[in-house]
């Protein structure tokens, strides 16, 4: 679905929650990542580009002290006070929206009250950086009513604060940086410490990023995850370096009596793949697609032994696709994002990309009896406000559009810089 029609899509959902146009419309990307997987919280490089998969949010001011939310993906409605202060709370998916807006409160912005319709092309929880979208709508939202933007670092941060704080993961700032900073038609290369971004051009039509869907969802994964983060912090402690950005593999490898077998494991699946992910960054600049690949596999290979954040479900994609070459189209391909499930993502010869689709989803019906779930993504642009003008009379009173293609509740979409 294109940017306008979901947009409509949303606007004609507020317009029957809420029986008004919303006045704003805000979309913000997921995020499929190159290459650079568990180094942002090390204060490594990563490589993600932002996907043409949004989060939107259609919003009013209300007259009360109130937040009211109304989430399309779960059909949940959240309403939480204001004032004195914004505080956690259910439904589980509202601490984004929460941590946002107590991020603004705690900037001294006022924030009033207002009406939201929350509205996805992410699939949700598959691992595309869905909640660090949400987090990054609000933040242009509150933006955009209260006049005044954010430097978009600083926005990030908030925004990544907002997820450890109010949704208890302790994540790096890639996805919020991505969702908030991502230029269209380019890769981001993130200095995860400087907290500076190189765009990296990935505009070749030749080349086609896909990502595949394994709809699974590991329950342990939040308590994972801040194992490995803190399996880093050790390691670091013993190499004696501020973060494990500073360790090489000779240092690492020296000390390897003093540290526990699973530490450097974990130790050293960083180290390389930050060597990995400056490497690629050059790569894609001078289109030497094959070396791409070959880091990319080795990613996968390094996240699956060392880190041990794969499962047999992404396993079996990066199997089939290394199992085609590279002169049948495809070039590379491994997991993406925090891992135990969600997606991996492939580098293919856009001229082969049925060809491929269809030999990756014979290859795992056989192997696993289960489909998959591909689209492919040009590298989109960061989260933007889309002005709202409203349409006509009678489908603003009825909330009743007669069609979905670029118009919502008779509102026309036109796109203005976020
Ligand atoms: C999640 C986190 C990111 C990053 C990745 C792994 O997406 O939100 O900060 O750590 O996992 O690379």
Redesign the pocket.
């Known amino acids: 679905m294109s940017l306008e029609s979901m947009a409509g899509h949303s606007a004609e959902f507020f317009a029957k929650c809420f029986g008004r146009e919303p006045k704003w419309m805000v979309a913000a990307p997921g995020r499929v990542?190159l290459i650079?997987?568990?180094?942002?919280?090390n204060e490594g490089f990563?490589l993600p580009m932002a996907i043409e998969r949004y989060m939107f949010v259609a919003a009013d001011r209300n007259a009360n002290r109130h937040a009211t939310l109304h989430s399309v993906t779960t059909g949940e409605t959240a309403k939480f006070n204001l004032r004195p202060r914004v505080e956690q709370g259910e439904p589980a998916w509202s601490n984004y929206v929460r941590g946002v807006v107590a991020g603004f409160q705690r900037r001294g912005e006022r924030v009033n009250g207002f009406d939201a319709v929350i509205d996805s092309t992410l699939p949700y929880g598959g691992?595309l950086?869905s909640?660090?979208a949400l987090e990054v709508a609000i933040a242009t939202l509150l933006e955009t009513v209260s006049g005044h933007a954010l430097d978009p670092v600083e926005k990030a941060l908030l925004c990544?604060r907002a997820?450890h704080e109010f949704a208890g993961?302790p994540?790096?700032?890639?996805?919020q940086f991505t969702s908030t900073l991502a230029k269209q038609d380019h890769a981001l290369l993130l200095d995860c410490r400087t907290r500076s971004a190189t765009s990296v051009p990935m505009s070749d039509p030749a080349i086609t990023v896909l990502v595949i869907n394994t709809h699974i969802r590991h329950k342990l994964a939040d308590g994972e995850?801040a194992k490995r983060r803190s399996e880093c912090e050790t390691a670091a402690r013993v190499l004696k370096c501020r973060s494990l950005r500073d360790a090489t593999i000779p240092v690492l490898n020296g000390a390897r009596k003093q540290l526990d077998p699973v530490v450097f494991r974990r130790a050293r699946h960083v180290i390389s793949e930050n060597e990995r992910t400056v490497k690629a960054a050059q790569a894609i600049e001078a289109g030497r697609w094959e070396l791409m690949g070959q880091l990319m596999y080795a990613s996968h290979d390094s996240l699956r032994e060392d880190y041990q954040v794969s499962c047999r479900e992404l396993d079996t994609i990066v199997e089939i696709a290394k199992r085609i070459p590279v002169k049948e189209g495809m070039i590379g391909c491994r997991m993406t994002?925090?891992?135990f499930g969600g997606c991996a993502v492939c580098l293919v010869k856009t001229d082969a990309l049925r060809h491929i689709t269809h030999k990756i989803d014979d290859a795992y019906e056989e192997a696993l009896g289960e489909t998959l779930e591909m689209f492919s993504s040009r590298p989109a642009g960061g989260a933007r406000v889309l002005s709202w003008a409203p349409g006509s009379p009678k489908s603003a009173r009825t909330g009743k559009t007669s069609s979905r293609q670029g118009r919502g509740a008779g509102g026309e979409i036109r796109h203005v810089e976020g």
């Open positions: 990542n650079g997987e568990h180094t942002d919280y990563v691992g950086a909640s660090a990544q997820e993961v994540c790096g700032i890639m996805d995850y994002g925090a891992g």
